[in-house]
């Protein structure tokens, strides 16, 4: 069934969400979100964590309020969390010291739903997500797949309108989230269950492409639709045939394509640019993947996706670290190393350690800033306090600490500067303070901008 014509079940524009830092600074995660999700449709989002994902789902199911825009529920302004609709979370969130039945029945019992109806529809929900016969066990004894169940169980006992799910199966293993998608995708195309729309926020393409009518992707700071793209092939879907492999291939491109936006060509960076989370070590062990035979420097993202076994979301940060290093290049869908990103996969370790610094006083203003800070102070050494304190004009108290101890990990890596861990001073390396003292040469990065 195609949703486009169907009635608007959710309807937002213009939806935009501030928080306030603890330093009383304002941050928008959301800004002019423009979102309709119609009767008979799934839809997937899709973009990197921190893009306010979840935020945009919590303010659809009502548990927060959105600063500016409307957010209609088929028509109706949304004051609170509305009782048409029911979230699933990616941590199982059950009660430990309750029973699957127990813990299905919750909604019910805060809805006062009267006992004996309450037991029935929670014992018709258990069967229908197949947890028949687990009604009286606690949620230690269930298997990671069979908890996620007893989540989507308390989710459908309430016949929600809508179903948000947030990630629900990005904490499973492959074959026990392919069985519970199948499963569920089973249940709404054979309107087994009452609900008329389900929005789907995914880290992984293959199942957003999967399961989706449609797939809408998500860009950061902040975080708003950049692109819409409709599937129209029948469910279920065979992920082996060439057109499904054709989309997958354009929601890479377009994937990667946002992830650039954000420091599009061209666009200087800043110091509060959001270091990717990837470590000195994975990027360099992806750069080695993509250097060797089969891919030869070019690899197709979603075939080194197969290749890496590691989530979409690990391999976007993986991405992004390369391309703003210039390492490699990204282009519809595909990988290319850059004539360095070669030579870096080429070289011994010393040679990666002096690459990779050079690169990265050339391409992160943070790490030219931290290096000419150690380098002017007499000691050669600083807080950390200190750089923090720079980034937070930037970002979020808890963004900027993962910034500048990623920030730490690569410059690490690259000799550009130590990091004591006990008493949380940046310094330059020994050797180098050694040169300085006596006047030997000069550190390569010395003469950084």
């Known amino acids: 069934m195609n949703g486009h014509h169907g009635t608007a079940l959710l309807d937002l524009s213009g939806v935009k969400k501030t ?8 941050r928008t995660v959301l800004e002019g979100v423009d979102f309709r999700l119609a009767e008979g449709e799934i839809v997937a989002l899709l ?8 935020t945009l789902l919590r303010i659809m199911a009502g548990l927060i309020r959105a600063n500016g825009g409307t957010v209609l529920y088929r028509g109706q302004p949304m004051t609170g969390p509305a009782r048409g609709i029911s979230m699933v979370f990616q941590s199982f969130a059950l009660f430990p010291w309750l029973t699957v039945q127990e813990n299905v029945e919750l909604g019910l019992e805060a809805q006062k739903v ?18 028949g016969g687990f009604e009286g066990a606690y949620p230690k004894e269930l298997s990671g797949g069979m908890r996620q169940r007893v989540g989507f169980a308390r989710a459908l006992v309430m016949r929600p309108d809508v179903l948000l799910l947030d990630e629900p199966f990005s904490a499973l ?26 929005l789907l926020v995914s880290h992984n393409i293959e199942e957003a492409v999967s399961m989706a009518d449609r797939i809408l992707i998500f860009s950061s700071d902040p975080g708003r639709v950049r692109a819409d793209i409709p599937i129209t092939l029948a469910r279920p879907r065979d992920t082996e045939s060439a057109v499904f492999r054709q989309i997958v291939d354009e ?25 990717p989370d990837a470590s000195p070590g994975k990027l360099a062990s992806l750069l080695e993947t993509v250097a060797e035979p089969p891919f ?22 993986l991405y992004e670290g390369l391309r703003v290093l210039g390492f490699a290049r990204l282009a519809a869908g595909d990988i290319f190393l850059t004539p360095s990103g070669r030579a870096f996969a080429e070289a011994d370790n010393d040679d990666r350690k002096e690459m990779f610094a050079e690169h990265l006083v050339r391409s992160i203003p943070l790490a030219a800033h931290i290096r000419r800070v150690l380098e002017e102070r007499r000691g050669h050494r600083a807080p950390e306090e200190r750089f923090l304190q720079e980034l937070q004009d930037y970002l979020t108290g808890d963004e900027a600490e993962r910034v500048l101890e990623m920030m730490i990990a690569w410059g690490r890596y690259g000799d550009l500067f130590d990091y004591d861990y006990n008493t949380g001073l940046l310094e330059l390396p020994e050797d180098e303070e050694e040169d300085e003292e006596g006047d030997g040469e000069k550190p390569p990065a010395a003469d950084a901008g």
């Open 296 to 317: 030869n420097g070019h690899a197709d993202l979603p075939a080194l996706a197969e290749v890496t076994e590691l989530p979409d979301d690990a391999l976007f940060h």
């Open 19 to 26: 928080f306030r830092t603890p330093d009383h600074k304002e």
């Open 251 to 275: 929601v890479y491109g377009l994937m990667t394509a946002v992830a650039r936006t954000g420091t599009a060509a061209g666009e200087a960076i800043t110091i509060g640019y959001r270091l």
């Open 114 to 131: 009267p006992r004996a109806e309450r037991e029935d529809r929670a014992q018709e929900a258990i069967e229908l997500i197949g947890l």
């Open 173 to 198: 293993d492959v074959l026990t989230s392919e069985t519970l998608r199948g499963d569920l995708l089973e249940l709404w195309d054979e309107r087994r269950i009452p609900t008329k729309g389900i």
């Open 47 to 54: 973009g990197k964590s921190g893009s306010g994902k979840s």
